[in-house]
């Protein structure tokens, strides 16, 4: 069974900054799109970033020149830096692994930042 390890998450001033990191155990890593996610209580899950095998990138609007998506085909590995953390990024964050009809998500890690 595939699983999507989240860490990294955390509480954090107004302005300051965290990195997330997402660990999977699948063999198709390389050539799977990953993604951020974010979801609070009540409201429904969106995509924050995404980066497909080749590397191309995107962001939702409200994260463009904050948050920067990357990762690394020889651990498995994918991570979001985040910057200028600002509350209204308060919430449950999930990695995804996504290539054709298959779907992974991670359990989620929780950002709060006070402000």
């Known amino acids: 069974q595939v699983q999507l390890v989240e860490s990294g998450g955390g509480l954090v001033q107004a302005g300051g900054s965290l990195r997330l990191s997402c660990a999977t155990s699948s063999s198709i890593f390389s050539i799977s799109t990953m993604g951020w996610y974010r979801q609070a209580p009540g409201k429904q899950r969106e995509l924050v970033a995404a980066i497909t095998s080749g590397g191309s990138t995107n962001y939702v609007d409200s994260v463009k020149g904050r948050f920067t998506i990357s990762r690394d085909n020889a651990k498995n590995t994918v991570y979001l830096q985040m910057n200028s953390l600002k509350p209204e990024d308060t919430d449950v964050y999930y990695c995804?692994?996504?290539?054709?009809?298959?779907?992974?998500w991670g359990q989620g890690t929780q950002v709060t930042v006070s402000s």
């Open positions: 995804n692994e996504k290539w054709g009809f298959i779907n992974y």
